[in-house]
């Protein structure tokens, strides 16, 4: 596919293209996830539908090559959609409690598939449409973004990454999104891509952020994030898996 910095471009970066999960559709919102690079590493997005007002989401990176992570990421999207559904569709729901658990369970099928000690940063977090909150955890992944009508605040973490230990805790959080408001997840590599020894790093991530068109969608903000990336590159190869996954809560 044509990469978005343009058809004349003759830098060698990878194409830019929506993730193939089919993604719901959302009241009062918009998600959408954008995948650059060579699926060599540990990249894994999913975001789907629990009940009438409650949206899953999560963004991992699952470390070592995937070609020898397909264990990890099967289980861990077993756990993610099962026990999910079935810890926050309770009509009595307590969402940081939820996610709480859910991280837990989720630490464990990675320890239990791997053998082993193996890290995963991840990001899970749980939209309410109802209420216009995300709920959430941050097991050592990249900070989220969120913008909002006058700032940006950092999502940061909230415990270690999974796979580490076997008990290991991870608080959940909760956010309020006002209307207009832009969540954003990027993966390690984004923040990675260097140019003459520098990365693009978190801040540039913010700059896109804050400088994007209001009215952009989702799917637009995500791959606005890595053309930026791709071109802080120049001609620099990117070899490592790029993914954004963005979430705003609609203007009325």
């Known amino acids: ?8 471009s003759k830098q060698p970066h ?40 409650h949206i ?17 990421f099967s289980n861990a999207q077993k756990i993610l959609r099962d026990s999910g559904t079935q810890l926050l569709n309770s009509p009595e729901i307590n969402e940081t409690d939820a996610l709480t658990e859910l991280c837990l369970q989720l630490n464990r099928a990675i320890l239990d598939s791997a053998g ?31 913008r909002h009508s006058s700032d940006i605040s950092e999502l940061g973490a909230t415990g270690l990454p999974l796979g580490l230990f076997s008990h290991t805790t991870t608080d959940a959080r909760m956010i309020a999104l006002e209307a207009g408001a832009a969540l954003i997840l990027v993966s390690k590599g984004v923040v990675e891509v260097t140019r003459k020894g520098e990365e693009f790093g978190l801040a540039r991530v913010e700059g896109v952020l804050r400088n994007s068109n209001r009215s952009m969608g989702a799917q637009g ?7 930026a990336a791709q071109g802080f590159s120049g001609t620099a190869r990117v070899h490592d898996d790029l993914t954004a996954l963005a979430l705003i809560r609609t203007l009325p």
């Open 14 to 53: 990878a194409a830019i293209e929506p993730v193939n999960a089919q993604l719901p559709t959302m009241r009062g919102a918009d998600i959408g996830a954008v995948f650059a690079g060579n699926r060599r590493g540990g990249d894994f997005y999913d975001a789907f539908r629990v009940n009438s007002a």
């Open 116 to 146: 082993t000690v193996h890290s995963c940063p991840a990001f899970v977090g749980c939209y309410n449409e109802d209420l216009g909150t995300v709920g959430y955890f941050n097991a050592g992944h990249t900070h989220g973004l969120v």
């Open 1 to 8: 596919m044509r990469s978005l910095l343009g058809k004349k």
């Open 221 to 227: 903000l995500c791959s606005s994030v890595l053309a």
């Open 56 to 72: 899953l989401f999560g963004l991992l990176d699952v470390a070592g090559p995937r070609r020898e992570n397909s264990a990890i």
